[in-house]
């Protein structure tokens, strides 16, 4: 079965940079949500898009945006990079359709590192 | 505001032995999503688990099972005869069917190591 593709999986980058993750949800899944795990910690959420808009926003710094396409794909955009933002992108999909708590499946995730 | 703790940092067994994970939970939502979530050393995180407020039958799918009792915000997970590709961080999560959209709030996650 198809499941979350992100790229890119791995991403070096200086302080002051920006960088862009993308992700493509499982076909057919409208909700997507972007989740920061640092290293040793839990996942924290960052914020959601249910068909294109955003639907909740949780800890996200405001150098982050983000958004969600009309096929459905979502960026990440982080701007003036930080040593501290230095994580685990994970994001996940799922049908939203049926119900706001539908099982959330996670892509592979891209590891950010910024120097 | 919703909390899930998870007090064991890590469990350490032999292989063919039994693990359970604690889970506490707490929330003022009446209804909601509880969740495990396994993360191998490659890092992707993979859906174990949903059970929702309202079912506490407890459930067995091949070795894993899992122990959800409301009345003491608990939702315990075992892994039966363990295996050494069970060894991963095993995380629980909580969501509420309203508000939120669904945004998962993970405990702090346990480190089981299965030795051969």
């Known amino acids: 079965a198809a499941g979350v593709i992100q790229s890119p999986r791995h991403l070096i980058k200086e302080k002051r940079e920006t960088a862009t993750l993308k992700c493509y949800p499982i076909p057919r899944h409208d909700t997507v949500y972007w989740y920061q795990q640092g290293p040793g910690q839990d996942p924290q959420f960052l914020i959601s898009f249910y068909e294109k808009m955003q639907s909740d926003k949780g800890s996200i710094p405001d150098r982050f945006s983000a958004q969600q396409f009309s096929d459905y794909h979502s960026e990440l955009n982080m701007s003036s990079l930080e040593l501290g933002d230095s994580a685990l992108y994970f994001c996940a999909s799922s049908l939203g359709a049926s119900g706001r708590t539908d099982t959330q499946y996670f892509g592979p995730g891209t590891r950010l590192t910024v120097l | 505001a919703q909390k899930v703790t998870q007090a064991q940092t890590e469990i350490s067994v032999v292989e063919k032995e039994d693990v359970t994970l604690d889970c506490v939970y707490e929330t003022r939502d009446t209804t909601y999503y509880l969740f495990w979530y396994k993360q191998p050393p490659s890092g992707e995180l993979v859906f174990l688990i949903r059970?929702?407020?309202?079912?506490?039958q407890n459930e067995i799918s091949g070795r894993y099972s899992w122990n959800f009792q409301k009345s003491t915000s608990s939702f315990n997970f075992t892994i039966t005869a363990s295996q050494v590709v069970d060894s991963a961080v095993y995380f629980c999560?909580?969501?509420?069917?309203?508000?939120?959209?669904?945004?998962?709030?993970f405990g702090a996650g346990t480190q089981v190591v299965v030795t051969p």
């Open positions: 999560a909580l969501t509420p069917t309203t508000d939120s959209w669904g945004k998962l709030q």
């Open positions: 059970r929702n407020s309202f079912d506490e």
